[in-house]
């Protein structure tokens, strides 16, 4: 089973998601948050601060978990956490990246579990 991690980084009740470029075979020019494969040996903590890092340059600490699952072969983490830094996409796998309102979010092309992610935020209040 695959590792995978993702973070939802959250500001002012909006929610920053990138547009997949189209250099993954999964969902590609979709809208997601930052996040993916996890490294031999990796946890899942260490998976996200990385790839959050690698994908739009911000410094990413896990404080909970906001879901888990399955998807394919992959077992999956959504982390919420704090984060600091300037955004600066990884033009390989990254096209766009944006704030998004809930209203604005739950109307994009979303990937994997992103709109139930988006909906639960909305639920509990942080969206």
């Known amino acids: 089973?695959?590792?995978?991690?993702?973070?939802?980084?959250?500001?002012?009740?909006?929610?920053?998601?990138?547009?997949?470029?189209?250099?993954?075979?999964?969902?590609?020019?979709?809208?997601?948050?930052?996040?993916?494969?996890?490294?031999?040996?990796?946890?899942?903590?260490?998976?996200?601060?990385?790839?959050?890092?690698?994908?739009?340059?911000l410094n990413f600490s896990p404080t909970s978990i906001l879901k888990t699952g399955v998807w394919q072969d992959r077992s999956y983490y959504r982390f919420l956490g704090n984060w600091n830094g300037e955004i600066k996409l990884q033009e390989l796998e990254v096209l766009d990246y944006n704030w998004f309102s809930y209203h604005e979010a739950i109307k994009l092309k979303l990937s994997?579990?992103?709109?139930?992610?988006?909906?639960?935020?909305?639920?509990?209040?942080?969206l």
């Open 1 to 57: 089973m695959i590792l995978a991690a993702s973070g939802v980084i959250l500001q002012n009740k909006k929610i920053l998601l990138l547009q997949r470029s189209n250099y993954t075979e999964n969902y590609p020019e979709f809208w997601g948050c930052p996040g993916g494969r996890a490294e031999k040996g990796e946890t899942a903590e260490q998976n996200v601060i990385r790839e959050v890092k690698e994908e739009c340059n």
């Open 112 to 126: 994997f579990d992103y709109k139930e992610i988006i909906q639960l935020l909305y639920k509990n209040q942080l």
